[in-house]
């Protein structure tokens, strides 16, 4: 079910199942495509295989197999995927040398993560 | 040591701790906290949810409300065991009947699968309720951190002791992290966030060291960790009923 006001594609990319769900449904709701990856190998994988790319990603940086801190300097080594957005997303306070176009702390708050998502979907 | 840098070694620990906590309890927090925003952004919607997925929402929060109890025990734990004042509760079980109940509840079509390897039965002398804590905190972290791999866990007797290990196939661990994960206070290092971290592998040691058992990990990196857990089969506690 969708409220549907929205466009684009979000990759949601964070271990922590409940909060995946939870976003993806907040995300699809408002009518935005989202696309899931539980670490950082996962994601690029993914972004590699696929095709349209996301207009944004949210990322979450304290991951097993391969963190968020990897997963941008991984990212940034390939020119296509270099230009999607980054919105990290975390639970801890020392984001110090994440490169990313924005920064929200969990527990997120939902309008200013949809407004920040809008900004870079729509 | 001399008294004042104990002191400051302390409190630098009970900051870490802090830090610690307050980390663990946000993921939960935020998956609860965007549960119930949703539900709420739906309510007020033109098209309200349909039941089922209002009940699968409403399941959602209630995962998250235990988590977030699991952690407040956790730390009740860390808190007794710290004291001294932590109690065994050793009954007669069948372990294998224990462990089957522990993997089904993590048995889920998204996680890999896991291959459980036991004896039809295998009756013990221990804490029935620390034993399932320790299985479902080592068949998580192998799940977590396990690339998606499946996860084996092989109970079986050995000799006057029982063994209970769980093998994941994820990155390892790095032979000099292997003793500090099961550290109290770990710190979260960006730099290397592979290593666990956490309260449960400290709390699972201390719980099999005061059942007169032990807790270790032999890991190498890219070819996955095993854990082994090793209890006796008949406690000496027994005879207590309970044991601090």
């Known amino acids: 079910m969708t409220n549907g006001r929205h466009t684009g594609k979000i990759l949601v990319v964070d271990d922590d199942r409940g909060a995946m769900e939870a976003l993806s449904d907040i995300l699809e709701y408002e009518g935005y495509q989202v696309e899931r990856a539980q670490n950082g190998l996962q994601a690029l994988e993914h972004l590699k295989e696929t095709r349209p790319s996301p207009n944004l990603i949210i990322l979450d940086l304290l991951m ?4 968020g801190w990897e997963f941008r300097l991984r990212q940034k080594e390939d020119p296509e995927l270099a230009k999607i957005p980054v919105l990290v997303v975390t639970a801890i306070g020392a984001t110090a040398g994440i ?5 929200l702390r969990k527990p997120v708050d939902v ?12 | 040591m001399p008294i004042k840098q104990n002191l400051e070694a302390e409190l630098k620990a009970r900051d870490e701790f802090f830090s610690l906590v307050a980390h663990e309890l946000r993921n939960p927090l935020n998956a609860l906290h965007l549960t119930l925003a949703g ?4 309510q007020n919607a033109t098209t309200p949810l349909a039941p089922d997925q209002l009940a699968s929402r409403i399941n959602r929060a209630s995962t998250q409300v235990s988590r977030l109890a699991k952690l407040v025990d956790d730390m ?16 007669e079980f069948d372990a294998a ?7 089904g509840r993590l048995n ?15 009756i013990v002398e221990c804490d029935r309720t620390r034993f399932a804590q320790m299985a479902s905190n080592l068949i998580a972290n192998a799940i977590a951190y396990g690339d998606h791999k499946p996860v084996t866990v092989r109970l079986e007797a050995a000799g006057a002791n029982f063994r209970l290990e769980v093998q994941d196939h994820g990155k390892g661990i790095a032979e000099a992290d292997q003793e500090r994960i099961f550290e109290r206070f770990v710190k979260l290092e960006p730099e290397n966030s592979g290593v666990r971290f956490g309260l449960g592998l400290w709390v699972a040691r201390e719980v099999a060291r005061a059942l007169h058992g032990d807790l270790r990990v032999q890991s190498q990196i890219g070819a996955g960790s095993k854990f082994i857990l090793e209890l006796p ?12």
Do not use: H, W
């Open chain 2, 39 to 42: 539900l709420l952004r739906a």
């Open chain 1, 99 to 103: 490169d990313a176009a924005g920064v």
């Open chain 2, 97 to 103: 009947a224990t462990l089957n109940e522990a993997v």
């Open chain 1, 64 to 67: 097993p197999v391969m963190d």
């Open chain 2, 108 to 122: 889920d079509p998204e996680n890999p699968p896991i291959n459980l390897m036991t004896l039809p039965t295998l």
């Open chain 1, 111 to 122: 309008d200013v993560l949809l407004r920040t998502v809008a900004r870079y979907c729509d």
């Open chain 2, 76 to 91: 009740l734990d860390v808190s007794r065991i710290s004291a001294g004042r932590f109690n065994l509760q050793i009954e």
């Open chain 2, 233 to 244: 089969r008949k406690s000496a506690l027994a005879s207590l009923g309970r044991a601090g």
